[in-house]
């Protein structure tokens, strides 16, 4: 662009005041205060300034400026963090707050939340308590674990065992476990900054139990299990149980109490945490945290959010000597759970001691769990909706048969079947109403598309008020399109 063409256009940027003077941001100043909206106005004409001097061509004139500024008006008034309708289908969905929570915990948060609590009270002795004692009984008792303590995350967990077990020493670690989970959490670099030594054995695909003996020496801390939490080898493969790495540590022990030296421990980072055996997914079901200890494991530990269906949290389980090191560590005091948190995971625990109430008021258990029937009745009354809200001739439904996924890094290989409301359309495009659904709706809603048509999971609806939405949202789009 020429010099005096910029400069022109520079010019030709109209001012802040009267960009002020302009209905739709006079309305704006109803719900935001004035010092706000001055701030919105003057940044539509700082960026419409910087695209100027950049060489774009976006339009600069008045009218688009006023869109921009309602628009950016809009967000500032709505949450950042907000609900969403979830009918992607993938039940625990790390993007989407991984798992909902039971009313229970939902509760106990409002109850604890609003106003002051026992949080570090001791109601029997009168006296100053621990945050720990809330859940340990609890986490135990529905475990078989002597002790436990719950953290911040999983990944929290998994640093404070190697930190105070492991760091300076070595810790053994199948090649075949050194894993990556989502959000940039992997074995190695965990290793690396706990300040544990890795020692990797075996391959990729087999290591076996000698690996890990040829391996063990005075200077080994730990056998480090990792669950493959979000993939499975298949094929020409082989892993070694907990139980056979129990074995070996416990040889190793006998050996160094002889000779006086500090002993071997076994630990699993399992991921998932399941306190209940999902016995319809066979052999691909996640093992649970009770049998990991029964196979020997010394610690384990186990996401808050993700099988177990409670709130972001990492619990760690095991002996009670090993447990109490890991409260005294001052790691412990970093990665300590808030009271709403805990409130959380105690009414969510509480809920697992009668397996059945668990089934039926865990959201995330409740969806791996729902049989096909309730799907089928649902898909048939999100389909109702949707026709009784949108324009007439606008798209075409039907309910077709699909997979859901548990997500979260859980069961991998298990299609869980499904029904979605399968939406083609006649006005419009699913690609633009999958944006639309996103970007333009208060609740946003996230469903996913396949051959140019949007399908919407009812596996992942938390109930009668998803569905209104959904049909509310599909509703408006087409209305939109006029
Ligand atoms: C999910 C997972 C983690 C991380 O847990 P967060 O609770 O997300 O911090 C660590 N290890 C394994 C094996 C996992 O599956």
């Known amino acids: 662009m ?6 022109e256009r520079l010019r030709g940027l109209p001012q802040v005041e009267v960009l002020l003077q302009h209905p739709l941001v006079e309305q704006m100043q109803a719900t935001l205060p004035r010092a706000v909206v001055v701030d919105v106005v003057r940044g539509v004409i700082d960026d419409a300034r910087r695209a100027i001097l950049a060489g774009s061509e976006a339009a600069t004139d008045a009218d688009s400026l006023i869109a921009a500024a309602f628009l950016s008006g809009l967000r500032l008034q709505q949450p950042s963090l907000r609900r969403v309708v979830n009918a992607s289908g993938v039940i625990v969905h790390t993007n989407l707050g991984r798992s909902p929570m039971a009313t229970s915990a939902v509760q106990a948060v409002h109850d604890v939340a609003a106003g002051y609590s026992t949080l570090e009270y001791d109601s029997d002795n009168l006296c100053r308590g621990s945050r720990h004692m809330h859940c340990e009984q609890l986490i135990c008792a529905l475990t078989g674990a002597e002790a436990a303590i719950a953290v911040n995350n999983n990944a929290a967990a ?18 075949g476990e050194l894993v990556e989970i989502g959000g940039s959490f992997r074995i190695p670099d965990v290793m690396r900054t706990s300040g544990a030594h890795m020692v990797e ?40 149980a907990l139980r056979d790495l129990h074995r070996l540590a416990a040889a190793e022990n006998e050996y160094r109490r002889e000779e006086g030296g500090a002993e071997v421990l076994v630990y699993e980072d399992q991921g998932s945490g399941s306190f209940v055996r999902l016995d319809a997914f066979g052999e691909f079901a996640e093992p649970t945290v009770a049998e990991s200890l029964r196979a020997g494991a010394d610690l384990v530990s186990f996401s808050g959010d993700k099988l177990l269906g409670g709130p972001q949290a990492g619990i760690i389980v095991g002996r009670r000597e090993l447990i109490e090191r890991l409260k005294v560590n001052p790691l412990a005091r970093v990665l300590r759970l808030d009271k709403m948190t805990l409130a959380a995971l105690e009414a969510t625990l509480r809920l697992y001691l009668d397996t059945e109430v668990a089934k039926r008021e865990i959201p995330t258990l409740r969806m791996i769990c729902e049989p096909i029937e309730a799907i089928e009745e649902r898909a048939a009354e999100l389909s109702a909706a949707i026709e009784a809200a949108v324009p007439k001739g606008c798209c075409s ?22 029904r979605v409301v399968r939406v083609a359309f006649s006005r419009g495009n699913a690609l633009e109403c999958e944006r639309y ?8 809603v996230i469903g996913r598309i396949k051959n140019e048509a949007l399908l919407l999971d009812v596996r992942t609806l938390m109930g009668p008020a998803d569905v209104a939405e959904l049909a509310a949202a599909l509703k408006a789009y087409f209305t939109h399109l006029k």
């Open 2 to 7: 020429e010099k005096a063409q910029l400069n």
């Open 158 to 175: 998994v640093m404070m065992v190697l930190t105070e077990f492991a760091a300076g020493r070595e810790a053994i670690v199948s090649r």
């Open 201 to 240: 054995v075996g391959t990729t695909n087999k290591t076996h139990l000698a690996d890990y003996s040829t391996a063990m020496s005075a200077d080994t801390a730990m056998l480090l299990k990792v669950h493959p939490s979000n993939y499975r080898m298949m094929g020409f493969t082989e892993s070694v």
């Open 397 to 418: 439904l039907s309910i077709e048969p699909e997979v859901s996924r548990c997500g979260g890094g859980a069961l991998p290989m298990c299609d869980i079947e499904t």
């Open 437 to 444: 659904l996103v970007q333009q709706r208060e609740v946003p």
